[in-house]
């Protein structure tokens, strides 16, 4: 055994090997065979001559977890068109990227029959039902639970489904390529080096722990809608919305975007992520489905072919699934963390608002419309994201919404919009957050406006902050009644 076998063999036994004595050898025909020493005192266990084997493309071997805990995580790709196999990898990837996971420590491997491995690895074992909850929770990010055209399966599942090692073969693929890892950036193009799998670092489990944690305090809020509904708003509780923290990137500024538009591919392994870009700047000023797709493919024609090495053919339905995916999924584009203004004017029509939560709700819609609105102003925010950033409950938002619209500071675009499936069926008990308008006028500002920093806001804080910065004493007594200037002015 070379040195260089040696080092991968150990990295191999490092990121995936936890159970020795039961593991998988693919057949010639491409089934797969459980060995397991318990059961029968002729079989070997995993060693390292095992493992070289597969390195060799001898023979092919799959891993276990244990009964409970893992080392990894694999999502395991499984659709047979190519194009769309590579946009199931690519949500995928978004998915994970948008609930927390660092890009770095995504690792891409083919699996040899078409498909694709998606994997994490941790420097620690997690228990398997941690490993499961973050999977499901990752695949209901992407909207990739139930398609119809594969599946994306969890593996390891402890030990009834193992999962194939990478670098070997699959002898199910006639011409028995190596499965290589792959480059994300480039077109998932195979990086045909052995020593790819040196260079992974296993991810730090906090940062999984963390992400759970997260998700269940969501789902416990749920619980105690009752408590906070009870409370006044300044005592409420109060969260950043967590969106204000993620995908901030000043390379997606919409000055940025332009700028890609003129100058065009740059370097090979950018088309898809320019595409996808392109589309949510499409989007964000009104087009149509049908405008963004032309607009893309008058682009992508325009771009030197040096630049990219996806087919034209493949472009095409590249471009056909990233403008379905943004239009149906409402991607808007994220503008780099700029601070936002709140002006005098726009706060004199606020605080005509009669009670206090119905100014603090049209509050946290106006800077939220600042943040993510479409050019034409349309922007939506969930019943759950303007009970995080109020304190109040779910149920009271639904009802202050409804006032704001009678008051003619909010406009309510479009409601009861419908949710439908990969099939195009309609989802009964599901709907799509409502679509709004803010109305408020800024004509002839004066005065300094006041400074927002959205970055973990407390928006009772911000609101109380930003009456004091706009008005003096006299004004707020004028323009408030008196029990809301002594909670909030005094």
């Known amino acids: 055994m070379v040195n260089r076998d040696k080092e991968i063999i150990e990295k191999i036994n490092e990121l995936f090997i936890m159970v020795r004595y039961q593991y998988l050898i693919q057949s010639s025909d491409g089934s797969y065979l459980t060995l397991n020493k318990h059961k029968n005192e002729k079989v070997y266990p995993l060693t390292d001559y095992v493992i070289q084997r597969h390195l060799d493309k001898k023979t092919t071997v799959g891993i276990f977890s244990s009964k409970d ?27 994970l990227i948008e609930i927390g996971i660092p890009e770095e420590e995504i690792h891409i491997s083919l699996s040899g029959n078409k498909g694709y491995h998606v994997e994490l690895y941790f420097n620690h074992p997690i228990k398997n039902e941690l490993a499961h909850e973050l999977y499901l929770l990752t695949l209901n990010k992407s909207e990739l639970l139930n398609i119809d055209y594969g599946e994306v399966e969890y593996r390891p599942n402890g030990m009834q489904q193992g999962v194939k090692l990478p670098l070997g073969i699959n002898f199910k693929n006639k011409s028995k390529p190596r499965c290589w890892y792959v480059d994300y950036d480039k077109g998932l193009k195979p990086i045909c080096n052995m020593g790819y799998i040196l260079k992974i670092k296993q991810m730090d489990v906090g940062i999984i722990y963390n992400i759970l944690e997260r998700e269940q305090d969501c789902f416990e809020e749920k619980e105690v809608k009752a408590v906070e509904e009870a409370r006044g708003f300044v005592e409420a509780k109060h969260k950043p919305l967590k969106i204000y923290k993620e995908n901030i990137d000043e390379q997606e500024t919409i000055e940025a975007i332009e700028n890609l538009i003129d100058t065009g591919l740059t370097k090979i392994g950018t088309r898809h992520n320019s595409l996808f870009k392109l589309a949510r700047y499409y989007r964000h000023f009104g087009y149509t489905q049908d405008e963004c797709k032309e607009s893309l493919l008058d682009w992508m024609g325009e771009q030197d072919t040096r630049k990219y090495t996806t087919k034209w053919d493949d472009c095409i339905k590249d471009i056909y699934l990233i403008v379905k995916y943004v239009y149906e999924n409402e991607v808007s584009i994220t503008i780099v963390g700029k601070d936002l203004f709140i002006t005098y004017e726009e706060m004199q029509q606020l605080l005509k608002m009669k009670s206090k939560n119905e100014k603090l709700l049209a509050y946290c819609l106006l800077i939220h419309s600042k943040r993510y609105a479409l050019g034409d102003g349309r922007f939506y925010m969930t019943f759950k994201q303007m009970s995080e950033a109020s304190g109040l409950c779910e149920k009271t938002t639904r009802t202050l919404t409804n006032k704001l619209e009678q008051s003619g500071i909010l406009y309510i675009v479009e409601r009861n919009r419908q949710v439908k499936n990969e099939q195009g069926k309609v989802i009964k008990k599901e709907k799509k957050p409502n679509i709004y308008k803010m109305n408020i006028r800024c004509e002839n500002e004066d005065k300094k406006p006041y400074n927002v920093v959205y970055n973990d806001i407390n928006y009772a804080e911000s609101f109380r902050d930003c009456i004091h910065y706009l008005f003096d004493t006299t004004e707020l007594k004028r323009m408030l009644p008196r029990r809301q200037f002594e909670r909030l002015a005094s």
């Open 69 to 95: 805990h893992t080392k990894f995580l694999c999502f395991d790709v499984d659709v047979k068109e190519k194009q769309q196999a590579k946009w199931t990898v690519y949500r995928l990837v978004n998915g």
